[in-house]
Every structure is written in structure tokens, then in C-alpha cells.
């Protein structure tokens, strides 16, 4: 089966602002009756979450924001929880997949997945997989690593470079047991980070 989760990170939070800027997020989501105040281990896989609020349910497409909001209209159950995480973190879909990074200095995207003709096989590029995620690992265990790009020549700081459905950041919220949060909900804990740029992802473990 595996646990499912929406993540949702803050680019721009750095290793110091990012614990007031999660408590600035989690009392948005408690105002808004999505998140409880209370903390619980039965909200997060591996650690303590807040318990969904009463109005969880707003926060999810399909939801919507009109007289049945919150009244059932929802695919699942309800979610375990939001869990909060500061500090450097790396984000993608649990697998460690991610489809593809973007150069910060020339914009050219090199893809990891592929059809096999250009791929080989296995359909993905296990050699730039490694090349992204080892430097992604020395970056989150408190190092430098900078990522060479193949079109320009010019090697930039990991964490500056683009990743397709996953994300390098020192705030990130996971929600566990959700569904996919409505671009309101995610422009909510924008507002709270002051404007900040707000990436999201599913993920499975
Ligand atoms: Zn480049």
C-alpha cells in the first residue's frame, strides 16, 4: 500500500527564518480551522504532525469553496496530519525520482526519464539521477555542491537549480494522508512566508 503525502516547500526560507516562518504557516492553517493547534504522532509517519481541523477538507481540490464545502464532497478519508520540517531537506515523490533539473544560468532542462531509444532500457538516465542527488545529499548534510551544466558549461550551486516535481528547501511542510492542495490553499502558506515562492508535490512511501 504505502502512505501518502503532499509535500509543500519553501524556496526562499533560509536555515534561520525557517522555524518562525513554519510557526507563521501552521497559526494561517489553525486560523483557518484546517489544522489543529494540538500535536500528535498519529498526524505524522516518523515523527509529530498537527491533526487536521475541521476544515481540512477546504484545502483539497474538488473541495471547492461553496455551500458544500467541507460536506462530504472529498475523495478520501480523513488525512493523518500535517507534519512541519526545518532545516535543509530534499522533496520529491519519495522514490527518488526526479524528472528533471533546469540550469539556473542558461535554462536548459535535462530530463532523467525518456523514451528508450534515447534512455536505454530502463527508460531513465541513472547516471544524471546520481549526479543530481548526490550533490542534493551534500547539500542537505550541510555542504556545498555545485552541479556542472552540459549545455552551458557553467557549474551553479545545486540548490539554485530547478528540479521537476521535487525541491532543495529549509521549509517544508508534509501533509500527510492528503490529497492534492487547491492552488488557494497553497497561496495561503504563501501569504504566511510573506510572498515567498511555494513548490508542492505528491509523494508515496
Ligand atoms: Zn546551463
Redesign the pocket.
Known amino acids: 500500500m504505502g502512505t501518502y503525502f503532499e509535500w509543500v516547500a519553501d524556496l526562499d526560507a533560509t536555515e534561520a527564518d525557517a522555524p518562525e516562518l513554519g510557526r507563521r504557516v501552521v497559526d494561517t492553517l489553525v486560523a483557518r480551522g484546517v489544522l489543529l493547534r494540538e500535536m500528535s504522532p498519529d498526524a505524522a509517519l516518523g515523527g509529530v504532525g498537527h491533526l487536521p481541523g475541521p476544515a481540512w477538507a477546504d484545502t483539497i481540490a474538488g473541495s471547492g469553496s461553496g455551500s458544500d464545502s467541507g460536506l462530504g464532497t472529498v475523495s478520501g478519508e480523513t488525512p493523518w496530519g500535517m507534519s512541519v520540517t526545518v532545516g535543509r531537506e530534499v522533496y520529491d515523490g519519495g522514490q527518488g525520482g526526479v524528472e528533471a533539473v533546469t540550469?539556473?544560468?542558461?535554462?536548459?532542462r535535462r530530463s532523467f526519464f525518456g523514451p528508450p531509444e534515447e534512455f536505454g532500457p530502463t527508460c531513465s538516465d541513472e547516471h544524471g539521477l546520481r549526479w543530481f542527488y548526490d550533490a542534493a545529499a551534500t547539500w542537505r548534510d550541510g555542504g556545498a555542491a555545485d552541479l556542472e551544466?552540459?549545455?552551458?558549461?557553467?557549474a551553479?550551486p545545486v540548490a539554485e537549480w530547478s528540479a521537476d516535481d521535487a525541491a532543495l528547501a529549509c521549509l517544508g511542510l508534509t501533509f500527510w494522508g492528503w490529497d492534492e492542495l487547491r492552488p488557494e490553499a497553497i497561496g495561503w502558506i504563501a501569504e504566511a512566508t510573506g510572498g515567498h515562492r511555494i513548490v508542492r508535490g505528491s509523494g508515496k512511501v
Do not use: L
Not at 103 to 108: A, K, T
Not at 149 to 154: L, N
Open positions: 540550469c539556473p544560468r542558461c535554462s536548459v551544466c552540459r549545455a552551458c558549461g557553467v551553479a
